[in-house]
């Protein structure tokens, strides 16, 4: 079983960055897929980011202002967010997974909120 814990969400206003954080337990992920969705109100959930050991893959609509990266000696995956924008407001999840596209665990979410 894998535990995925958020923690980074909150209040910002457009033009500013937050940094997302997922810690993993219960099993070690070198070998999974980790990533990103999110969910805005009356919205469903929509993928933004993911990164194996060898690629990542991000969307169109937050490319170029998103990064995704992870350690794996911490078993955590962090979403670097930039230049954000009123729209990017949702709740956001962490899921890992063993396809290209991790939708196996996830986590509780964390809100964002961007201001404008």
């Known amino acids: 079983q894998v535990q995925l814990v958020e923690s980074g969400g909150g209040l910002v206003q457009a033009g500013g960055s937050l940094r997302l954080s997922c810690a993993a337990s219960g099993r070690t992920l070198n070998t999974y897929t980790m990533g990103w969705f999110r969910q805005a109100p009356g919205k469903e959930r929509e993928f933004v980011a993911a990164?194996?050991?060898?690629?990542?893959v991000t969307a169109d609509s937050v490319k170029g202002r998103f990064t995704i990266s992870r350690d794996n000696a911490k078993n955590t995956v962090y979403l670097e967010m930039n230049s954000l924008k009123p729209e990017d407001t949702a709740v956001y999840y962490c899921?890992?997974?063993?396809?290209?596209?991790?939708?196996?665990?996830w986590g509780q979410g964390t809100q964002v909120t961007v201001s404008s």
């Open positions: 990164i194996s050991w060898s690629a990542t």
């Open positions: 899921a890992a997974g063993p396809t290209t596209i991790p939708r196996a665990y």
